[in-house]
């Protein structure tokens, strides 16, 4: 079967077999207005509300039926043919973020963190705090430079010894707008860079619920109904567990499996020799399909088989254990469940300034929903 999908750009996405770079194209002004509202909305890992109702939103003018469960994974649903078979996509919607601990007498809000760290990015930063009332701007406070003893400027800040000034000159007036509890995230949003690649924070991972919710959008537009029925789900709290995959996965209990995720580029000076651990992956080249113990070996067969039919560049990674993605969790659901990990190239990752090529994510959509597309009702899902 070959399908032929409507291009998230402009003007149509050269493949890696063409080897040349477009001079530009822009993603559509619709497409593009969305991944900017789940890019820039403060959902941090247990607070992943407005970025989950953007994803139901939009799955609503398409979807089957679209399904909150008790953990807040949203899921998107699409029927398919053959009531039995069942795939699940997941890409997870939270970010690593911050939660105010502590608001004291002076006004300024203590903070700890939400998900993994490097605290030599925090200090001065600009953040949003998601109160009660709406978001409120704040910075986290740095002590300047001349004021530094030697000493202070070999040792990187603590998390722990970080706070938040939103202007407030006492608690009280603080406590008008902020809680404890309330989470924050750093104050950065959607920015175009040079040919195809836009930065900002959150890409890890709300690019690859973008991917999820695109693929399945792609899936239920198609003129021939797939035979499997597909869920594609927002997942949450994957940043301090892999939580929201394992119980939509328990919930859904699909046979197939596949995670969108991000994964490291090694295509910038800092990365150094990261290649030999990390594989080579480079922005614009094509996703990234994970090879090992975490992956299926015949549905990563069939993914190699599907992109190289319909032309879509991919890139091989391999990982000899379970991977930190929702993969991991998806694959040891219940009986357990085929899976894949697709994976977006990203430079800088967890800085405020993570930065991704819109043609890897066109391609990863597009490589997911002819998967769907083509499979079997009687598809063989041993490994071996």
């Known amino acids: 079967m070959n399908f032929r999908f409507e291009s998230l750009t402009d003007s149509p996405i050269e493949t890696q077999q063409e ?29 992943e509300g407005p970025a989950a109702d953007i994803f139901r939103e939009e799955a609503r003018g398409f979807a089957d039926e679209v399904i909150r469960d008790r953990h807040g994974n949203t899921m998107a649903k699409v029927e398919g043919s053959d009531g039995d078979l069942r795939v699940m996509f997941a890409g997870h919607c939270d970010e690593i973020g911050f939660l105010v601990t502590h608001i004291d007498a002076k006004g300024f809000l203590w903070i700890a963190p939400i998900g993994g760290w490097d605290p030599q990015i925090a200090q001065g930063q600009r953040v949003q705090v998601r109160g009660r009332n709406g978001v409120i701007p704040g910075v986290i406070g740095k002590k300047p430079i001349h004021l530094m003893t030697p000493e202070d400027r070999r040792n990187v800040v603590q998390l722990k010894d970080l706070w938040v000034d939103i202007g407030a000159a006492s608690k009280k007036e603080a406590e008008k707008v902020v809680d404890v509890g309330d989470p924050l995230v750093l104050g950065y949003g959607y920015q175009k ?14 690019i690859g619920s973008f991917v999820v919710l695109e693929a399945a959008r792609k899936v239920a537009k198609a003129k021939q109904q797939a035979a499997a029925t597909l869920y594609s789900v927002a997942t949450v709290q994957e940043e301090i567990g892999l939580r929201g995959a394992t119980t939509s996965a328990y919930g859904v209990d699909a046979q197939v499996g596949i995670a969108v995720d991000v994964t490291f580029a090694t295509d910038h000076p800092s990365q150094g020799d990261a290649k030999r651990q990390f594989n080579d992956c480079e922005l614009g080249k094509g996703p990234v399909l994970t090879r090992g113990p975490n ?20 890139q091989i990674s391999a990982e000899g254990r379970g991977t930190g993605t929702d993969g991991n969790a998806m694959q040891l659901s219940r009986a357990g ?13 967890h800085s405020p300034s993570e930065m991704v ?20 009702a009687d598809a063989d899902l041993t490994p071996f």
Request: glycine share 6%; with cysteine; net charge positive.
């Open 295 to 314: 992956a299926h070996p015949r549905l990563f067969d069939r993914i190699v088989k599907t992109a190289k039919a319909h032309n879509i560049p991919l």
């Open 193 to 206: 860079l040079a040919g195809h690649t836009i930065a900002a924070r959150g890409m890890d991972n709300r």
């Open 19 to 47: 080897k040349k770079i477009p001079p530009g194209g822009s993603m559509k002004k619709k497409s593009e207005s969305l991944l900017k509202q789940l890019l820039e909305s403060v959902s941090p890992s247990g607070y």
């Open 357 to 376: 090529d819109l043609r890897d994510v066109e391609h990863c959509i597009d490589l997911m929903a002819h998967v769907v597309l083509e499979l079997e």
């Open 337 to 349: 469940m085929a899976t894949a990990i697709l994976s977006i190239p990203n430079r800088y990752m």
